[in-house]
């Protein structure tokens, strides 16, 4: 019997036909929106307006052509309980019996390049920036994203055939409050810390913390980040930034 590797790479869409065409027009407002708050970070790090638009057109640009995309990084093999019918004949009439078997089935674990790999590249160019100007502000950014991991995984939930669930404000609220606390006096860096923290305590807490449950519930696909749809994890990081702009915009 011969074996056939998965496919390293995993392109998997959501939606089709008059769908595809709303999720477009969508998709290309949260791009400008995107551009402008994430040009607005990169200028807060020191960057001239060239390359912080630069930046943040490339980020925004591949975190949303590269949704559907899903690297496979690891095959577990896992029994899984499985409803099945026999079928007797008792003098020619047929008679269906249900029964409950165990079945080796395989579960793909992948990571989405668009909503997981694109937010955490822009969160670690944005901690590699604040980390040269004070080793103290990473510092208050990490315990940030502790604050933001616990509450995740306390809110989330692991529902079959959905995967992880959780309020979406959750993250980027509790992010900006914080920041907000730890950054008062130096306002220019509530949006980045309560951008970073929000993307790395999503991801974490929500999705690495339920690996386990996420597995036990035997799906074919585990994908962190999402899988081609506005996932919980960037759509996180722009909330993140708009309240933390909003917040600051009170206290002013």
Do not use: C, W
């Amino acid at each position: 019997m011969s074996y056939e590797k998965p496919p390293r790479i995993l392109i998997i869409y959501h939606v089709r036909g008059i769908l595809a065409i709303v999720y477009i027009f969508f998709a290309f407002l949260m791009l400008i929106v995107t551009i402008g708050y994430f040009t607005f970070l990169f200028k807060s790090i020191g960057l001239n307006d060239v390359y912080s638009f630069l930046l943040a057109f490339s980020f925004s640009f591949l975190s949303f052509a590269f949704s559907p995309v899903n690297i496979v990084l690891k095959e577990i093999d896992r029994e899984a309980l499985m409803p099945s019918v026999d079928v007797i004949y008792v003098f020619g009439i047929p008679l269906y019996v249900p029964r409950l078997s165990y079945e080796i089935r395989k579960t793909l674990v992948a990571i989405n390049v668009g909503g997981a790999i694109v937010p955490v590249i822009i969160s670690s160019i944005l901690l590699i920036f604040t980390a040269e100007l004070s080793y103290f502000i990473p510092l208050l950014i990490m315990v940030n994203t502790l604050i933001v991991v616990l509450v995740s995984h306390h809110f989330s939930k692991v529902m079959p055939g959905v995967g992880v669930v959780m309020n979406p404000l959750i993250a980027p609220v509790t992010s900006s409050f914080v920041s907000l606390i730890f950054f008062f006096n130096t306002p220019l860096f509530v949006p980045i810390s309560a951008y970073i923290s929000s993307v790395l305590g999503t991801l974490i807490g929500a999705d690495l913390l339920n690996m386990n449950r996420i597995i036990k519930a035997s799906p074919q696909i585990v994908s962190i980040g999402g899988m081609g749809t506005f996932d919980g994890i960037f759509l996180s990081g722009v909330f993140s930034i708009m309240i933390g702009e909003f917040l600051l915009a009170l206290v002013r």
